[in-house]
């Protein structure tokens, strides 16, 4: 029965990097998000978010990376430009404010593609002036995890996104530990 549905399957053709790419619209889509992308994982979530966030406002922003039969595999030149270089930060926004009573070991996922992690706040708290205080031109954006909402520990997530918005800096939030509701 599997080595039929196999036989079936191997049939057909999908270019898997299209089929992550339409997911990842409709996941934006029925979250209400600017973008959206399946990983294996919160470290590997964390890290491409950075990377993504860190081209924002760079020319990959106005390249069109689709990938299609015409221009496969695909073309690396400009895009990878930037992307390959990382580490290396120079030139770019690369600082992401956490609050410190938020602090967790995948946190340092942001730090492989060469960003800097802004701690502001205690262990205990933080406002939303701490995080006020810290976004500069080299901020990249403001990283908020859900799980502390509910222990009332740091700046509630509404808080913290009329902040980040009025500063024009996105928000990354990890809400794995609120998925699905266990309220």
Request: charge should be negative.
């Amino acid at each position: 029965m599997v080595m039929e549905a196999m036989k079936e399957a191997a049939k057909s053709f999908c270019h898997l990097t299209e089929l992550n790419d339409r997911v990842g619209e409709r996941i934006a889509e029925i979250i209400g998000a600017e973008a959206g992308m399946v990983t294996s994982g919160a470290a590997a979530s964390m890290m491409a978010a950075a990377a993504a966030c860190m081209m924002k406002g760079t020319d990959v922003e106005e390249i069109d990376i689709h990938f299609d039969m015409e221009n496969y595999p695909y073309e690396y030149d400009e895009w990878q430009r930037l992307m390959w270089r990382l580490p290396d930060t120079r030139g770019l926004r690369h600082e992401f404010i956490m609050q410190r009573c938020h602090r967790n070991p995948y946190l340092n996922s942001f730090t492989i593609p060469g960003d800097k992690l802004v701690w502001v706040g205690s262990e205990d708290q933080c406002s939303p002036e701490d995080i006020e205080n810290a976004i500069n031109e080299k901020t990249v954006a403001v990283v908020h995890l859900y799980q502390y909402d509910a222990l009332r520990r740091g700046v509630l997530l509404e808080d913290l996104l009329g902040t980040a918005r009025r500063h024009g800096v996105p928000v990354i939030v990890d809400d794995a530990s609120g998925c699905p509701d266990l309220g």
